[in-house]
């Protein structure tokens, strides 16, 4: 007696001897037709390098400059940073840290 099983990919049935376990991930196998395991294997080497250019793409993405101005009134210089990669604001001239304000316009 035949058995048959469907293709959990085009949802056709087919006897047992057509049908393969085709290791779709790590966790799931699938039962599918020939035509169809031999399809996913096309497709998983299409698929496996992509990963690494996504990864890629994303850690250039850097914020954006902010510049503003500042001002030291210790020795009364003005000086522009970019605030988004400076995490201390230190004056430029006299290297200190405890008199920089805002620019007064
Ligand atoms: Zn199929
Ligand atoms: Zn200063």
């Known amino acids: 007696m035949n058995q ?6 085009c949802k056709a049935a087919f006897p047992l001897d057509k049908i393969r376990l085709f ?3 790590k966790e799931k196998d699938m039962l599918v037709c020939e035509d169809c395991c031999k399809f996913l294997k096309n497709m998983d080497k299409r698929i496996i390098p992509s990963p ?3 990864t890629k793409t994303k850690i250039k993405a850097e914020p954006k400059p902010f510049y503003k101005t500042k001002y030291c009134s210790r ?3 003005a ?3 970019d605030i988004n990669k400076v995490d201390v ?3 430029p001239y006299c290297g200190k840290t405890d008199r920089i304000c805002e620019k007064a316009e």
């Open 89 to 91: 604001l230190r004056c």
């Open 52 to 54: 690494k250019t996504d």
């Open 79 to 81: 000086f522009k940073v």
């Open 23 to 25: 290791h779709y991930t």
């Open 4 to 9: 048959i099983r469907i293709c959990e990919r």
């Open 75 to 77: 020795c009364e210089y």
